[in-house]
């Protein structure tokens, strides 16, 4: 059975603090992506992996860093967390060739105070 | 102008009705649509994709293409109070050296026992 899993469900962070979200997905897929999904918004691409080391920006990569050290794992990084970063952050991957075919993580629920 | 977009509902429909959401893109070298659902706290699963224009069926579902319209459609029939949830339009992007995924907002369906 397919699994993204995200390595919180809800998280509470300062200001000026880093954050790390992690993600891992055991499919054995090429691709992974970072997404935000803000009310109204909808889904927003902020990064995308697909090969190990290999990243490219989305729409929003502002703030935002990633690490992909290992196949399976997908890291998304928050050098200096801002307030505007408050939101739900999904993780999801997909196979080579199919990068349409999303398989999505639970989501991290973060707010910065 | 957004790329993808839906009205954001929420949709009211009677059991056993038909639902239909609608969905409008401004790329128009855009090759694939899909509709996501979510359930309220969940992450987004693949219900449907299209890539030809016309009419794809798959058991209640009906998804409904027209390139030249730029419009791409989700018909549920018989609607089922467990196919309340938000359904999230996404096309590709072309002219880009890795097709991006660009979702819409969203639809909120609510099915009314």
């Known amino acids: 059975d397919v699994k993204v899993t995200q390595s919180s469900r809800y998280l509470v962070k300062r200001t000026g603090e880093k954050v790390f979200l992690e993600c891992v997905q055991d499919?054995?897929?090429?691709?992974m992506f970072w997404y935000r999904q803000d009310p109204g918004l909808g889904l927003r691409l902020i990064y995308f992996?697909?090969?190990?080391?290999?990243?490219e920006k989305g729409d929003i990569p502002e703030g935002y860093s990633v690490s992909r050290e290992k196949k399976e794992r997908f890291s998304l990084i928050l050098e200096s967390a801002s307030t505007n970063q408050t939101s739900m952050y999904l993780c999801?991957?997909?196979?080579?060739?199919?990068?349409?075919?999303?398989?999505f993580g639970p989501g991290t629920r973060l707010t910065v105070t | 102008q957004k790329e993808v977009e839906q009205n954001s509902g929420p949709l009211s429909v009677p059991e056993g009705a038909i639902a239909s959401l609608n969905c409008t893109y401004s790329?128009?070298?855009?090759?694939?649509f899909f509709w996501y659902r979510q359930y309220s706290g969940k992450s987004p699963e693949l219900i449907m994709f299209?890539?030809?224009?016309g009419d794809k069926e798959d058991g209640r579902f009906t998804a409904q293409l027209n390139k030249a319209s730029q419009y791409v459609s989700l018909l549920i029939r018989d609607s089922q109070p467990s196919d309340s949830a938000t359904y999230l339009c996404?096309?590709?992007?072309?002219?880009?050296?890795?097709?991006?995924?660009?979702f819409g907002p969203g639809t909120s369906l609510s099915v009314i026992p």
């Open positions: 999801a991957s997909s196979p080579l060739g199919s990068a349409y075919e999303q398989y």
């Open positions: 499919m054995d897929h090429e691709n």
């Open positions: 992996s697909y090969d190990v080391k290999m990243k």
């Open positions: 790329d128009r070298g855009s090759q694939s």
């Open positions: 299209i890539y030809s224009n």
């Open positions: 996404a096309v590709t992007r072309s002219g880009t050296s890795y097709d991006k995924v660009i």
